[in-house]
């Protein structure tokens, strides 16, 4: 059974940094394509970023590049979202997703960025 979960959201303050976590199980990590996903409320939801399998290749959204990284460990199938510099309006639910094979979701983590 696949199974995703994050962790690691919360309350920052604009310009402040937060790291997600997203620990996965049931499939073999290393052999799928995973991504980020976000949703703000009465919005749809968005692509933040995909990172190949064994970490070679990463996308990101415009809105993120430079200040978002993707990240991965094979090992403990899991998968990180470095988030740097965040904006107001980047508060959201953050997802993280297998949609290679499959469309997997986690139950998502809350992002508030506020002073």
């Known amino acids: 059974q696949v199974q995703l979960v994050e962790s690691g959201g919360g309350l920052v303050q604009p310009v402040e940094s937060l790291r997600l976590s997203c620990a996965t199980s049931g499939f073999t990590f290393r052999y799928y394509v995973m991504s980020w996903y976000r949703q703000a409320s009465g919005k749809e939801r968005e692509l933040v970023g995909s990172i190949t399998k064994d970490g070679g290749v990463r996308s990101y959204a415009d809105s993120v590049k430079g200040r978002f990284t993707i990240s991965i460990n094979n090992a403990k199938n899991t998968m990180w979202l470095q988030m740097n510099n965040l904006k107001p309006e980047e508060k959201a639910v953050y997802y993280c997703?297998?949609?290679?094979?499959?469309?997997?979701w986690g139950q998502g983590t809350q992002v508030t960025v506020s002073s």
């Open positions: 997703t297998r949609k290679d094979h499959g469309d997997y």
